[in-house]
């Protein structure tokens, strides 16, 4: 992701602020629905989970977790974490499983590490926290990754981002062995690797929890509820932000691949191939960077039947809303415009024929709620929004 876009917003907010510019309001295209402000006076957030039907819980970039109460964002965080929030590090990631919270956030203790802590939920109460991965966080200050997400077997996906390191895990041949950088991991709650892992065999106590690795730079990880695949979002460097289908053994493809390989000048022979391990094209990519962020499936039919299921994805640059409905086979997306045969948005009729909504300026997370609506965060306006019927 452009590191412009994201590092570097709390300056234009506040400018923004100081000479009295109003964002318009956010919209989506079908006119049947609604777009309802749920909750505001968020700083800088960055992903968010539900508790219950009333209470959910939001994560602020510089540490603080607030509790958010039938729609009214609590005075006082619950919970205050020692974070480093310089660039793209912070408070970054959260999911519930079961009676358990778990967190991703960049902290501070002999050197930058990024670190999943797990907590002990009780009501809208955390204690009793524990680490259960220690990840790196650098050399590079941005590309951290962050996001997590319950598989449906109850098992936790997290991803780190290639933190500017070239290794074995960014498809550099020669490169130090796998260290977590660039890469998505599926572990039990208490940390261990995931039976059924694809490299569980391997012999290599980091590579047996990883799921996938080539990973560049990614704000969003979804699980189908229908078949329990994950996707992913990734943001290219200049070019060719992604939407994947992931397998286990899937190869991203960065350091050398993003967005279509055709397009590369590489092939895949070049990538580094860990025993099992398979390249695959982006399902879609975006030529022009977007910012891509979060993707989630909609897991209901509260909006009508035409949305339950399909894929949401959501932009930083343009604060934009996608949305994708998926083959019978559920491992593709049925793409409506002829143009996007060759799997790349490159013009404008081709952003109009997957847009959904616009104006949520920043989108940093994608939820369904338990009420079966679509809840959006917005990182910028420090809002949540809830699209009805």
Known sequence: MNVAYFFLVSVSVLILAYTGYAYAAPTVK????????????????????????????????????????????EAQPILSLPVVD?????????????????????????????????????????????IILDLPAGPG???????????????LYSVTGELQRDGKDQNIQDGPDPDYSGAILKINPDGSPASGNPFHDSGNEILQKYTAYGVRNCFGLAIDP???ALWDTENGEDLYDEINFVF??????????MGPISQSGHSENELVKFPGSKYKDPIISFKDN?????????KSDKLGAKYSNNAFVGDYKNGNLYRFELNDQRNDFKLNSPALAD?????????????????????????????GNLYILSYNLGDIYKITL
């Open 30 to 73: 079908d006119t049947t629905l609604k777009v309802e402000k749920y909750a505001s006076g968020l700083n800088f957030p960055t992903s968010m989970v539900f508790l219950d039907n009333s209470n959910l819980l939001v994560l602020e970039k510089d540490g603080n977790v607030r509790l958010v109460t039938g729609g009214t964002l």
């Open 86 to 130: 310089h660039n793209e590090r912070g408070l970054l990631g959260i999911e519930k499983i079961g009676s358990n919270i778990f967190i991703y956030a960049t902290v501070d203790e002999d050197g930058a590490k990024n670190r999943v802590y797990k907590y002990e939920l009780k009501g809208t109460t955390l204690s009793n926290p524990q």
């Open 141 to 155: 200050t941005n590309h951290q990754g962050g996001k997590l997400v319950m598989g449906n077997d109850s098992t």
């Open 226 to 228: 229908k078949t329990g």
């Open 248 to 257: 286990p053994g899937f190869n991203s493809g960065w350091k050398l691949v």
């Open 290 to 298: 977007i910012g891509i962020t979060d993707i989630e499936f909609l």
């Open 343 to 371: 799997r790349v948005v490159d013009d404008e009729s081709e952003m109009d024929s997957i847009l959904f909504g616009t104006g949520f300026e920043g989108i940093t997370d994608i939820t369904t709620g338990p009420d």
